[in-house]
């Protein structure tokens, strides 16, 4: 038997990735600025998938809770 699958079925919380629109809901944090956090070198936080960012979850919280100021 074949279960529907819908990507925003999974809570955020259980998630090992984010599209964009995802982290920023997530942390209130601007679509603009986690665009911009992703380009910077050695993001820690960024996984390519061809041509498509996503943010490691655990990474990203890791990240922000390091920082004073983004």
């Known amino acids: 038997m ?4 819908s990507p ?6 259980q998630k ?3 599209t964009i629109r995802e982290a920023a809901e997530y ?9 911009s956090m ?7 936080f960024v996984l ?3 041509n498509k960012k ?3 979850r655990k990474e990203f919280e890791k990240f922000i809770s390091d920082k004073l100021v983004i």
């Open 2 to 5: 074949e279960e529907n699958f």
């Open 8 to 13: 925003s079925a999974v809570p955020v919380p």
């Open 16 to 18: 090992v990735t984010l």
């Open 27 to 35: 942390s209130n944090i601007g679509i603009n600025k986690i665009s």
């Open 38 to 44: 992703l380009r910077t070198p050695n993001c820690p």
């Open 48 to 50: 390519y998938v061809g």
């Open 54 to 56: 996503l943010v490691k």
